[in-house]
Structures are given as C-alpha cells and as structure tokens.
C-alpha cells in the first residue's frame, strides 16, 4: 500500500466507508515503521501522516457538508451555509475574543448525559401523571361444623379502582391565570 494507491481507489470511488481509508493509512504506517525502523525520521513522518488523516477522517464523520464547504472555500460567508442535518447555533467565546455565533458540531460526554437525564425526568413525570389503578382485595373465609363434616368456604373479592389523571401543577396555574384575566377583562 502506498499513497498513489490510496488516491487511485480515492479517486475510482473504491472505498465503502472512511474506516477502510484509515486502514489503508495505517497499513502505509505499519509498513514504514518495518522497513525503515521505529526510530526514523520517514516513521514520524508517516505517524504525523496517519495522525493528520485522522482529524480529518473525525471531521468527515461530524459533518461531511463543514468538511466539504471548509476545505473548498469556494464562497467567502462558507460557515453560513446550512448543512444536512442542520447544527445547533449558538454564541461561543474564545479566550481574547468577543461572543461569536458558532455551529455545534459534537457535543461531550457531559452534556450527553445531561440530554439522557433530561430525557429520564420527562418519562417520570409522565409515569406521574398517568393514573394508577388500585386493587382492593377482600378474603372471607367461612368454616361450617356440623356432626361429623367440616366444610370450608373461601370468597375472594377483587375490586379494580383508576384514580382520575392529576393535572401538573404548570397546567392548574396556568387554568387559573386564564380563569383571573377573563373574568379581570369582564369587570373592566
């Protein structure tokens, strides 16, 4: 494997994913690192190599339309183009910068874990809301003794009961401020 080859099966279109890619890349690196040692200069070379393909095989994978756009350059206001699917936009500052409007491209783990645990609080404030049926079970047991026979009797009563949907207390005060401007405008 070497470069000309990579851009000959860049170019035919022969690669199915950016994973095949970087295995070439790595190949070329493992081959260099055998034939001219761990230690030389071409080894780093071809390290810095793989590391550059790497950031850009990453910048592929967050947004091929920003990797397209940014490495064409064909138009002076390429950031403001939308992409497919479209960022969040939001306002980012640099150290020695003012506030400056920015696409988000990836977020961290961080604030992953705060989209999940978002996610969990709705579900269980939904699970609150919905009503919850309550079983009220009732055993009687009935013993008979006469002469020589005992006789024993069981009834089991089950009675199903739904408790009626409680409205959030968001919607109880917002009915209420509906309630107080109609009848505020009435007396006016």
């Known amino acids: 494997m070497d470069l000309a080859t990579m851009e000959?099966?860049?170019?035919?279109?022969?690669?199915?994913?950016i994973y095949d890619f970087e295995i070439d890349a790595l190949t070329i690196v493992h081959n260099v690192v055998i034939y001219q040692?761990?230690?030389s200069t071409i080894a780093?070379?071809?390290?810095?190599?793989?590391?550059?393909?790497?950031y850009d095989l990453m910048e592929l994978e967050q947004c091929k339309d920003c990797y397209r756009m940014s490495n064409e350059k064909?138009?002076?206001?390429w950031f403001c183009k939308p992409c497919r699917p479209n960022h969040q936009l939001v306002y980012a500052k640099q150290k020695g910068?003012?506030?400056w409007p920015a696409k988000v491209k990836?977020?961290?783990?961080?604030?992953?874990?705060?989209?999940?645990?978002?996610k969990h609080q709705e579900l269980l404030t939904q699970s609150l809301n919905e009503p919850e049926p309550r079983t009220n079970t009732t055993t009687t047991t009935t013993t008979t003794n006469t002469t020589n026979t005992t006789t024993?009797?069981?009834?089991?009563t089950t009675t199903t009961?739904?408790?009626?949907?409680?409205?959030?207390?968001?919607?109880?005060?917002?009915?209420?401020d509906e309630h107080e401007a109609r009848h505020t405008h009435r007396l006016r």
């Open 106 to 118: 990836r977020t961290s783990a961080w604030n992953k874990a705060c989209e999940e645990l978002k």
């Open 8 to 17: 000959q099966k860049t170019t035919d279109a022969r690669y199915k994913t």
């Open 161 to 176: 009961t739904t408790t009626p949907p409680t409205r959030p207390e968001s919607d109880m005060r917002s009915s209420r």
């Open 44 to 54: 780093d070379m071809a390290r810095q190599m793989l590391r550059d393909c790497q």
């Open 37 to 39: 040692g761990v230690h």
């Open 152 to 156: 024993t009797t069981t009834t089991t």
């Open 74 to 77: 064909s138009d002076k206001y």
């Open 97 to 99: 910068f003012p506030y």
